[in-house]
């Protein structure tokens, strides 16, 4: 019996992607379809490396093309293209599919951490990444990243470093060590324009913008000077931690950018003993995310690996990419990739999936 594209195809459009809610034909996520005698060969085209869903899609595709009669083997193949949000970066002017701000309402609840695991892991999955270190009182993610300087600039634009697969430029790799960094009104403005204006990213699937504490000028220029795809908020459980979370959401609603979800660190701590400790309270984070409607994007334990990561310059998911804190981290990422991608490709202007032959 032969087997024909056409059939094949017939049975690939039952398959439905399960976050976006269409079957994978009609988004054209399948690509170099060959048949050779029994044997059925395509890729299916995510639209992020880091697809939570792709062990699943996997099966799916698998299940649906043996129902083909004649069908023996079947090779997939697992591609990507993410998306573009369609926003236009013009300040920017490369070709950056999607900005993600990490904002949090006060420093030291691990914003930077969560921002530097985030953008590893999404390298890791094989995406393109920056990440830009905008936290101009506290730029420390040089230290998490074991960088200490850029490398020579590019005529007028400077060059980020390249740091476990990802490109990174940091406000405190701009200033001489021990000058203060203070900054304000206009001049701050126009620093954040300068450095958001002059970096030579190349092209991105993701940049991670890792903003200020809190909601005074300078998270607010960041967040006006550059169109977003959307916003992550890191809060700690405790009471205080999620008001402070609850007006940097708050800032991103008024400015209209989406915002992904919340994040929850230091959620508790194992013991040795097998009990686990709630040091800052629980499940503020879940609470938070509810009251406001805005996704919950998942807890992140205390472990003292996170801080000597973040002191010796090799980020968890680098160093114990086994341990509970990695996965955790490598989860938020692809909810964060999935969701992202899902708003690029709902939104009114966004094609099906960027055509690539
Ligand atoms: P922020 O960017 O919000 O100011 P940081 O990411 O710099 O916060 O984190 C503050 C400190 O807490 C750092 O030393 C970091 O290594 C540590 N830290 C952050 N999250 C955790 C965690 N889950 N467990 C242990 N230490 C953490």
Redesign the pocket.
């Known amino acids: 019996m032969t087997i024909t594209k056409e059939a094949v195809l017939a049975a690939l459009s039952k398959v439905q992607e399960p976050e976006l809610h269409q079957d994978l034909v009609t988004l054209n996520m399948i690509r170099n379809l060959e048949i050779a005698g029994d044997k059925v060969s395509f890729t299916v085209m995510l639209t992020t490396p880091a697809c939570p869903l792709r062990g699943r899609i996997d099966k799916e595709v698998r299940e649906a093309v043996m129902t083909v009669p004649g069908v023996k083997t079947i090779e997939v193949k697992m591609d990507s293209d993410v998306p573009n949000d369609g926003r236009m970066r013009g300040l920017v002017n490369m070709p950056i599919r999607n900005a993600i701000a990490v904002g949090?309402g006060?420093?030291?609840?691990?914003?930077?951490?969560?921002?530097?695991n985030i953008a590893v892991a999404l390298a890791q999955s094989g995406a393109r990444v920056g990440l830009m270190d905008a936290?101009i009182?506290?730029p420390?993610t040089p230290t998490?990243l074991g960088v200490d300087k850029l490398p020579p600039p590019n005529g007028q634009r400077l060059v980020p470093a390249d740091a476990y697969g990802i490109k990174m430029v940091s406000m405190g790799l701009l200033v001489k060590p021990g000058q203060p960094l203070i900054w304000r009104g206009p001049m701050l403005n126009s620093a954040i324009r300068q450095f958001l204006g002059d970096v030579d990213w190349g092209e991105l699937d993701y940049l991670i913008i890792?903003l200020p504490?809190g909601t005074g000028d300078a998270a607010l220029s960041l967040a006006q000077a550059l169109p977003l795809s959307g916003a992550v908020i890191?809060t700690l459980p405790q009471l205080v931690s999620l008001e402070d979370a609850s007006r940097g959401l708050n800032m991103f609603k008024q400015l209209e950018v989406p915002i992904l979800g919340i994040v929850e660190?230091?959620?508790y701590?194992d013991l040795p003993d097998g009990t686990r400790m709630d040091i800052f309270g629980s499940g503020g984070g879940e609470e938070l995310a509810s009251a406001t409607e805005t996704t919950f994007l998942g807890k992140?334990?205390?472990?003292?690996?996170?801080?000597?990561?973040?002191?010796t310059g090799k980020p968890i998911v680098v160093s114990h990419p086994e341990s509970a804190?990695a996965k955790s981290l490598q989860e938020i990422s692809q909810k964060i990739a999935a969701k992202v991608s899902v708003a690029a490709m709902t939104a009114s202007n966004a094609l099906p999936i960027n055509i690539v032959e």
């Open positions: 949090s006060k420093g030291g609840v691990g914003k930077s951490t969560v921002s530097v936290d009182y506290g420390n998490m890792d504490p890191v660190n230091m959620s701590l992140i334990p205390i472990d003292q690996n996170i801080r000597i990561g973040g002191d804190v």
